[in-house]
């Protein structure tokens, strides 16, 4: 996948809809065997009962796989609206005009040897995109595995994930941009029995992006779920549209984005933005639309099983029930490592599971004991009152192997019920052991099933976390600031803070200086120990040629000028110098370090840190994706690491950190409202004082547009 | 478990031999019911084929599953060395009387009733472990579910855990504290294929306890690798004697240690020592000795599979053989996690590989492409290379679920297995799909088996991890501070700098004044700023009482001196006052808060840390076991996340870590040589300049020996 941010022309996502559920599909190079790539997608449609037409085409054969075969598109005798393409890649332009004619809005590609290869590739692929554009016909792929549609039966693809049988029935759909690890899921997910609706593979990604399809997903009233496999984002807007949509939804979105040990790879010039690779970026964005990023394959089909099998929960509170102390303990270790809470059983409520099973611990994890398996009364008392009286958003179960017996599972599966009333309305996690069969009787009566009880909750933090985004209050976004224009070329220190200050970051009572008397006469205007900067456009390090001093008194201020004057003409003597900064001395506070920067594949970012080591060295740096609300700049800065120095750590007074959070979302609004007009915006420091923030130091970095060339 | 350092009596290890390998066994309370507790361990003795005698004991009947039974312990007719217990409580202790008059010189108990509960229950306990004593009988339990030993059929347990099946063979030991989860990771174990060979579970542990029994297979010849389930320890010494054997006899140890989210339930008084809670001491004393801790049951379980399976690397690099990209990708990522590399190919293997496959990506991972399906010399060629002329110490190879089909899945092994000159040499994951019969034709090949690619990269980290454990040199501990005592009661900031200064810290050149006038003499004999400080063994936190004032000028000492004796005496009126203390000022640098803390589970630790905002705030605090080698304390101080700032950051010069380091080694052997001899032990800060390194405060808070009673 290519990693740029470049826009494609959007397109409706109801010019999706001949490509997920086509009427009247022509298969170009359908092949009699099964097991070729031609013939495949005839072999899954005929066994999922496709409901459409089907049209092999194929000059040598009547029929196909039983299926009346088409000597030509052409010979076709009615219109059709999708075209599956397995022929080799130099037949496939002229075939897809000819589909074209025949009334294809959408075809998929599987070829092989377009821009992935070098060569003629690209400009293969720029024709057929040219040709699908020119008809109206939207291509997936090329090079890529097809999808399917186990609503409909639409299976043109040749992955061997479905060759052993088609999911189970379910609202989960899946879009992976590699073909072949796509497979690799689809089996693992066929193995824990999600029930996979649609998937799609978007290969070469000529013309339909992942992000369009995850869009389809979270609009289609067949999809509840969706799981993302990506490379690469090149349709950044087509992404966040689809996000946003999901999130509207309710629909949760797991995605699994590799590449995460390139973060760094592109050194950028400032030393905030070599913090700030894409990866983070990419997190950021996740988080802003409420959507998890999972680390790992398992993870992400965690999540997947446990989205589609639970219904959200109401809070974080979990309710622990288990035959062994030992796993009730892992069990609570796990909960604290995902931020569930496991708050202890009413008195009363204890009393009561205590009354009946005298060994248990009731507090919570609930411990009801091996002893149980002598009574199964016990474990419906223990489950009714920890039902009843436990006020938990959540329950996990566990227990261990008993559910494989067909002795003790049976008792088990009717004493539960019962203290459920039968009725499993909240999000279950029954933490055993068994064969599928086992499973999938436990999973009939609404509860997940986990072996390993530190996955089940993980699985439950990812509930938790859904129920949290969608529920969370609508931001709306800071209005731009007025009538401010980034500039295109370098700017001085105090050109940059008085842009900033037209956008509404606080910045310092500052006079320019022409010369060493007005700087002195400023300072005596001031009467209190100053700040002498210089001024020019081309020092972005100021201190490094003498062109900072601190703490001047107002009668050494002609002096100190006349010197740093000096010093910076033999340091840097093709600065052009603009003049002298004077203004007071900051008072105590704690220093931000606040950036934008343009990140070429997620846009405006925005970089937040705590000011020198905590930044350089300790990287306790946030990635958030610009605007900000000052609510959300707010909640950034309380999630920092060194946080609790601007609340009063140590002894020292707390800051300002709603001015700060306000000055955050203003430099977030500027950049937000020129996303490629700029590098990069700095502020560093922002002053944070007990009343107020100030911008010491400001520096815009222009967009550098030899970049697009 | 009881989560307390006591130390019992050492016994030799050769005491567990009638436990883990008898010869003749006893069952009190043998059942003729194959499902009940009395009766498993004679039926899972018979399946098992256990090589030694077995009486069952059953006053009403002749013979129980076959076997002939006798109406009591006297009445068999020949000694025996070890007896099962399956009985009610209050029939233990005769019983055992009855077995140790046999012989037996081993007891599993499996009875509840004992010191886990209230009541009679812990005299019970006491009872039987004195019994036990006298007659030499080691007791496993009570309140277990005892153990087997696979190689000679030896049974002693009614775990469900090998109901199913006995595990398959291997060298896998296996300690479990719980019963019921030891018996859920015996059924992982089992699916997983992992051949445990011997598995203990220890109950309450009255007499022998996990840390003995993973000494017991740290010495045995059978086990090759052994993994620990653990909810307290009670040995501490046995535990680091089995996990330092282990080491020796290069068997990687890896633990799970459930209480994880106790962490920091005791405060305490001292800032450092709230951030050591025993966890991250148990955390240092793993690794210390080169184990392992696995943070969720399946992370224990890929990396027994994973060690039981496949020889240690000789070093870090992976190579990586993929038919898909992003799978390429993924692996790269999860390498990073881990700490493995992915070094290129030299070029002329790149060269070799895309010479028969110019559509490969040959640099690492070498993808191959799926288009290997049509010509598998392809990848005989291709693994080849990897193998010759890569220069990598594990391969990775993805090959999703081609090893699932029956027409490609030989053909794959055949090619592969020609590119590996038939030797499978090295730890080699595959990573793909199948049944247990495909993950089993692989394995007999000498090969991993994973599907989740991440998961088979985070077990070859593990391997590694061993590798480079095992071959670490051996470290002399530091010898003990030779005439130096820790006090029995509280000290003054300059006694416990002069006791700090005999153990080898450097301090400062300071003077103790009676009055003001000789702190002004002492000023101007030092002739600098210098720092002045009230001196009581009552005041550990002089700053907040006005008894520490910096930078005094010479000339104003003893106005400074006088008003702080008054200012403290107003403030703390009955802190006894020894003086005053004078010293120079000291020079730059970075400070550092080194401390010693007694764990009351792990013994003495060290709390290395950055001073101030990096220990208090940003929590970059490092646990370490005591005594550290100066060489340990290095690496130590080089991990904390600040370490930049010691090395010259942000245009600093460097500061003598290696002098840092010598003095945090004498702190720790102070710590280690009287280990039950303090609370805590100090310095805040340990000011490290660019020549070396002082003390500037210490605080020693002696052992309070109430905590004992």
């Known amino acids: ?367 009801i004991t091996a002893g149980v398996l002598n009574d199964f009364s016990k474990v419906t008392s223990a489950t009714a009152v920890l039902r009843r009286e436990g006020g938990y958003d959540m329950t996990a179960a566990f227990f261990t192997s008993w559910t494989a017996s067909p002795v003790v599972g049976p008792k088990l599966r009717e004493a539960l019920l019962a203290g459920l009333d039968g009725d499993v309305d909240h999000p279950f996690a029954m933490i055993c052991q068994g064969d599928a069969a086992v499973m999938e009787s436990w999973e009939a009566l609404g509860m997940m099933t986990f072996e390993d009880p530190s996955r089940a909750i993980h699985a439950m933090g990812a509930l938790a976390h859904f129920a949290e985004a969608f529920d969370a209050p609508e931001e709306t976004p800071p209005a731009p600031p007025e009538g401010v224009a980034l500039p295109a070329g370098p700017l001085s220190e105090l050109a940059a803070k008085r842009l900033l200050a037209r956008a509404g970051v606080p910045i310092p009572d500052e006079t320019l200086a022409a010369d060493p008397q007005e700087a002195a006469e400023a300072a005596a205007r001031l009467g209190v120990p100053c700040v002498l900067k210089i001024v020019s456009p081309d020092l972005a390090h100021k201190t490094e040629v003498g062109g900072v001093r601190l703490n001047v008194p107002p009668m050494e201020m002609e002096t100190a000028a006349r010197e740093m004057l000096e010093t910076v003409r033999a340091r840097a003597p093709h600065a052009r110098i603009e003049g002298l900064l004077v203004g007071p001395m900051a008072g105590e506070g704690v220093e931000l370090i606040v950036g934008a920067r343009r990140d070429p594949v997620m846009g405006p970012v925005m970089l937040i840190g705590l000011g020198g080591v905590f930044t350089e060295v300790m990287k306790d740096v946030a990635v958030e994706l610009a605007p900000l609300t000052p609510a959300q700049a707010l909640k950034t800065l309380n999630g920092l690491r060194g946080a609790p120095l601007l609340h009063g750590a140590r002894g020292k007074p707390p800051v300002d950190v709603a001015a700060a959070a306000e000055a955050i979302s203003r430099l977030s609004a500027l950049a937000a409202a020129d996303p490629d007009g700029f590098e990069s915006l700095e502020i560093n420091p922002l002053l944070v004082t007990p009343s107020g923030v100030l911008a010491l130091d400001a520096l815009i970095e222009p967009r550098n547009r030899e970049d697009d060339e």
């Open 1 to 367: 996948m290519p990693d740029d941010g470049a826009t494609r022309p959007a397109q409706p996502l109801s010019s999706l809809a001949p490509l997920f559920a086509p009427r009247a599909v022509a298969v170009i190079g359908a092949s009699a065997d099964p097991q070729r790539i031609g013939g495949r997608p005839i072999a899954y449609a005929l066994r999922a009962g496709f409901e459409g037409a089907l049209y092999p085409v194929n000059p040598n054969r009547d029929e196909i796989q039983g299926v009346k075969a088409w000597p030509s598109v052409a010979s076709i005798p009615e219109p059709i609206d999708f075209a599956l393409l397995a022929i080799p890649a130099p037949g496939v332009p002229q075939a897809l005009r000819d589909c074209a004619a025949k009334g294809a809005k959408a075809a998929v590609i599987f070829t092989a040897g377009f821009a992935e290869i070098g060569g003629d590739g690209p400009a293969l692929q720029d024709e057929i995109l040219a040709i699908g554009r020119e008809h109206g016909v939207r291509l997936l792929g090329p090079n890529c595995l097809g999808l399917f549609n186990a609503a409909t039966g639409h299976c043109p693809t040749f992955t061997s994930g479905i060759e052993a049988a088609m999911p189970v029935p379910g609202r989960v759909g899946l879009v992976t941009q590699s073909g072949a690890y796509g497979t690799h899921l689809l089996n693992m997910a066929r193995d824990r029995r999600i029930g996979v609706r649609q998937w799609v593979s978007t290969g070469n990604e000529a013309d339909v992006t992942a992000p369009e399809c995850i869009g389809w997903m979270a609009a289609s009233d067949e999809i509840d779920v969706i799981g993302v496999y990506m490379e690469g984002v090149n349709d950044r807007p087509a992404l966040f549209r689809a996000l946003e949509a999901a999130r509207k939804a309710r629909k949760p979105v797991v995605v699994m984005k590799v590449g995460r040990s390139a973060v760094g790879a592109q050194a950028a010039a400032s030393h905030t933005a070599s913090l700030a690779g894409s990866d983070a970026s990419f997190d950021a964005a996740l988080r802003r639309f409420g959507a998890l990023r999972a680390k790992t394959t398992e993870e992400m089909l965690d999540i997947l099983y446990a989205t589609s099998r639970a219904p959200l929960p109401k809070g974080r509170k979990l309710g622990v029930l288990t035959v062994s102390g030992g796993a009730g303990v892992l069990i609570a270790d796990a909960a604290e490592d995902v931020g569930l809470s496991l708050p202890p059983m009413p008195e009363a409520a204890q009393a009561a599971v205590l009354e009946t099973n005298p060994l248990a611990s009731a507090r919570n994890p609930v411990d």
